[in-house]
């Protein structure tokens, strides 16, 4: 088993300070605990932050790095400005609402970012610090979307996975955040992404084709040379922990006290943070509506409120505080007795044991939040109850909603429909309490945390390794070997090459500077230049007639090697296909806005740049799909470009023009070629031996040199004119 890092924001223990010393505790969550023992047998590592340790004197920060060392923790201090930046600020002010459909809740000037992303460097730094070959990185959560990346750029070879706790949002929403792609680029640096459900993952997926135009394949992406995988692993709980403690007689005990307590009354169980997402306002008014409406349930009922104190220093907590209490007041005031009150607020946290002994007490459990990327107190209330009895009410935005089919499901905005489930828990028969029940715990225990770290690990094991990579070099030295060369045979693609890419190919058109560019590139002494073009020959012919190149047009079809030579094409390439095609690719474009078709004298293009990018796609790959189906072993191939799927007889590529154009090369002459798209590779593929390719742009190539883009290709041709 390969070396364990873990990385997330908090580390896994509490640093208690009082007047016998400092200690520092374990805790008992569930990543904790189901992370513990792989963590402890690969002999790992855990790195985060232990907590504000500002007001210790420099012997207990000694005691606790002791202690941490023991316990295989390795801390990151952060100061107090970070913390309210960092983590406060924009992973709890803005991604936290974001990721929960929350975006009025975020500030509107974004002021953290800046801190943000220097404290996820920091933690990149320390991982790397730490890292030895062969060693599985494993981050967790949105405090820390862009630590995979920095962690690539430090260790290329590293296996990295994340998780991503909290619900990821729909596109629309997510590419609401100034620094969106930022964020999913830093994601991309892992091997393996995790989500909780297929949803979540589904959302990610068209974020990266909206805002990278990156494609999922059923699930991988294609980035930077490697191969991200994504995946939803649900996260489970340490459910034998919780049956075992639910059977204890302390335990048992203490249930029986809380059950004779309200010996009349059946209970009702919310157990969360005090966070806004956890929709406490509208589970009380359901609770209200049910007593206003059926007097009948009144002195009957005893709903137990336990909120966790949870990220206190952020202002819309206070307010949810505020709101929380005050409905909390009138609900008693409106339904209490002098010898009892229907809401019992508890704002505080309780243990593991006292937590089983309440989820075990409970008739009906209410897990109501308006979104939730998991809710593990869920599952630990199913866990709890070996006596195969209570209710489940769940909200349908809890990702463990998907897993947990027989809860009584509910909308949390829908304040009636939920005093509805909420009366037909309390009075559900017991036989179906308990076959829904059953069901219930089945699932619990059997994809537990335990299950949700190995399916986690195996997955992220089994991710090849991204080979060593050679990075084609730069610039100054493709120019160095230009320069060296006697004779130079220039083949240069035009979109994306020498000009950048449009919105309508008509827009494209060369400027002034390129024109004269090329001009004196091949008036230069022992230089021929081509332009290898998927452009149709009249639109060559037009904008370069004039010049002493050799053209080439629609991907090699056609050719005019020289100014006044005729145009003739490749020989055996036949056009009767395309009264098939086209019909086809026109009734694509007809219910594709945006779509066009361009007709070639050899090809069909069925063009999607001005298309919503995520529909586009889809329908770009059904059409692939639908022509492959129709045309499978015929003449034709069916190509996927930049926005834009091209049918045209086989054996057509850029690749036929080198044949031609180095047939009558006088020796000593160096082969160059610059382009920047797919098309282009065919071209690489094609050049003699001791030829070079320059890629332009940030895409996976064969080529040995890499520029950056049009004004780089630009800037080289140009230097080749000085000196
Ligand atoms: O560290 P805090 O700021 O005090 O917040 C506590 C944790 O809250 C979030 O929990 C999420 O993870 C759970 C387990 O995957 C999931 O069930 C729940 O739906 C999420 O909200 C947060 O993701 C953690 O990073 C925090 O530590
Ligand atoms: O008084 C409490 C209330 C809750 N919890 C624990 O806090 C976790 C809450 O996780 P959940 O996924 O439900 O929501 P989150 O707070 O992570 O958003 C559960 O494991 C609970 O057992 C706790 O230890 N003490």
Redesign the pocket.
């Known amino acids: 088993m390969s070396r364990l890092l873990l990385v997330s924001n908090r580390l896994p223990v509490t640093v208690k300070a009082d007047k016998d010393g400092v200690s520092v505790v374990r805790s ?3 990543l904790a605990t189901g992370l513990r023992g792989p963590h402890e047998r690969s002999g790992g590592l855990w790195i985060g932050w232990p907590g504000d340790v500002s007001r210790l004197t420099p012997q207990q920060r000694a005691s606790v790095e002791a202690q941490l060392a023991e316990l295989r923790c390795v801390p990151l201090y952060l100061s107090a400005s970070e913390v309210s930046r960092f983590y406060e600020g924009y992973s709890n002010r803005t991604l936290w609402p974001l990721c929960h459909y929350l975006i009025d809740r975020i500030p509107e000037q974004e002021r953290d970012w800046d801190v943000y992303r220097k404290v996820n460097e920091r933690f990149a730094d320390l991982v790397a610090r730490h890292y030895q070959p062969g060693d599985t990185i494993w981050v967790h959560d949105y405090q820390l979307m862009l630590v995979p990346a920095f962690l690539r750029a430090r260790l290329p070879q590293a296996r990295i996975g994340f998780f991503f ?2 619900p990821f949002p729909s596109s629309e929403i997510f590419r609401t955040l100034p620094h969106r792609a930022d964020l999913v680029r830093g994601l991309l640096g892992a091997d393996l992404i995790g989500f909780h459900t297929i949803t979540y993952v589904r959302h990610f997926s068209s974020t990266l084709m909206r805002l990278l135009g990156l494609e999922t394949v059923v699930d991988r992406v294609a980035y930077d040379g490697r191969e991200v995988r994504l995946g939803a692993f649900p ?1 489970g ?1 340490d459910a034998q922990a919780f049956e075992n403690l639910a059977k204890e007689p302390a335990v048992l005990e203490e249930v029986r006290t809380h059950r004779e307590k309200s010996s009349e009354l059946r209970l009702l169980l919310g ?3 005090l ?1 806004y ?2 929709g406490i306002p509208r589970r009380l008014l359901a609770v209200q509506r049910l007593l206003e409406r059926e007097p009948t349930w009144r002195g009957r009922l005893r709903f137990v409120q ?1 909120a ?1 104190p ?1 990220r206190t220093a952020v202002a819309d907590y206070a307010a949810y505080r505020d709101k929380v209490d005050e409905l909390v007041g009138r609900i008693n005031g409106l339904y209490g007795s002098v010898h009892n009150v229907p809401v019992h607020y508890l704002y ?5 044991r ?2 089983t002994a309440l989820y075990r007490a409970a008739d009906v459990m209410f ?1 109501t ?1 308006i979104r ?9 209330f199913c866990a709890a109850r070996p006596d195969e009895d209570g209710v489940l009410v769940l909200s349908e935005f809890a990702g ?1 909603a998907d897993e947990m089919g027989d809860a009584v499901m509910v909308n949390p905005y829908d304040v009636e429909g939920m005093a509805d489930a909420l009366e037909a828990a309390l009075e559900m028969p017991e036989e179906e309490r308990r076959t829904r029940m059953r069901n219930l715990r089945a699932r619990v225990k059997e994809y537990d945390v335990h299950w949700w770290v190995r399916s986690f690990l195996d997955e992220l094991q089994a991710t090849p390794t991204p080979p060593p990579r050679v990075e084609p070099a730069g610039a100054e030295e493709a120019l160095a070997q230009l320069r060296e060369a006697q004779c130079l045979l220039l083949l240069i693609d035009y979109d994306g090459t020498l000009v950048p890419f449009a919105p309508k190919p008509e827009l494209a058109s060369p400027d002034a500077e390129l024109l004269d560019l090329l001009q004196r590139l091949a008036s230069r002494r022992d230089t021929r230049v081509h332009i290898v073009s998927g452009r149709p020959r009249e639109t060559l012919e037009a904008w370069f007639g004039g010049l002493p190149l050799g053209l080439h047009a629609e991907h090699g079809l056609w050719s005019r090697p020289a100014p006044g030579a005729p145009w003739t094409s490749q020989e055996g390439v036949t056009t009767d296909w395309k009264n098939l095609v086209r019909p086809v690719l026109e009734s694509f474009a007809a219910r594709v806005p945006g779509a066009f078709v361009e007709e070639k004298s050899g090809s069909l293009a069925w063009h999607y740049r001005q298309v919503d990018p995520v529909f586009g796609a889809r329908q770009a790959r059904e059409l692939r799909l639908h022509l492959g189906e129709v045309f499978a072993h015929g003449p034709l191939e069916v190509l996927p470009g930049d926005k834009v799927v091209e049918v045209r007889a086989r054996g057509v590529n850029k690749g036929r023009v080198v044949a031609l154009v180095t047939q009558d090369m006088s020796p000593g002459t160096r082969v160059v070629a610059i382009g920047d798209d797919r098309t282009d590779e065919d071209l690489f593929a094609a050049l003699p031996e001791g030829s070079l390719a320059i890629h332009a742009g940030g895409k996976d190539t064969r080529a040995r040199y890499r520029v950056k883009g049009p004004p780089e290709v630009r800037r080289l041709l140009s230097s080749l004119l000085v000196g």
Do not use: W, Y
Request: aromatic residues 2%; proline residues 3%; charged residues 25%.
């Open positions: 008992a969550g569930g706790h909290i996260m709980i157990v969360d943070r966070d997402t956890k336990v966790v949870s505080r946290s309780f243990n593991e006292q937590l897990v939040p939730d990327g998991m809710n593990l107190v869920a599952k630990e463990a």
